[in-house]
């Protein structure tokens, strides 16, 4: 397996998560991809310091080789994926919490 098919595979992951097993549904919310968007420049940013010191290199043969900001574009599918996952549970345990308190 390499690096693209993991990367896509955890987009396919962090969805059916987001949508099917917490249920927070952020993917349909106006103020998720307001986060994303703020988030994104610094990721891009984090991705060139990292790969323009040679900090993270990637194999060529494991990649698309496309690259934004220095890295491959796999780094923002993995990146989506994290926000993704970290923002539903934070929404889904911030309910569970509410829902106990009651």
Known sequence: MIYTDIALGSVIVAVIFDLFVIRTQLLTKSVFWT????ILPFQLLTN????????????????????????????????????????????FWGRKGIEGKK
Not at 58 to 85: C, H, K, M, Q, T
């Open 35 to 38: 986060s994303y968007a703020i």
């Open 48 to 91: 060139w310091w990292l790969t323009s010191r040679n900090i993270v290199m990637y194999n060529p043969n494991a990649i698309i080789g496309r690259r934004l900001a220095g890295a491959p574009i796999e780094d923002l599918l993995f990146g989506f994926s994290l926000v993704l996952s970290v923002m539903g549970m934070w929404v």
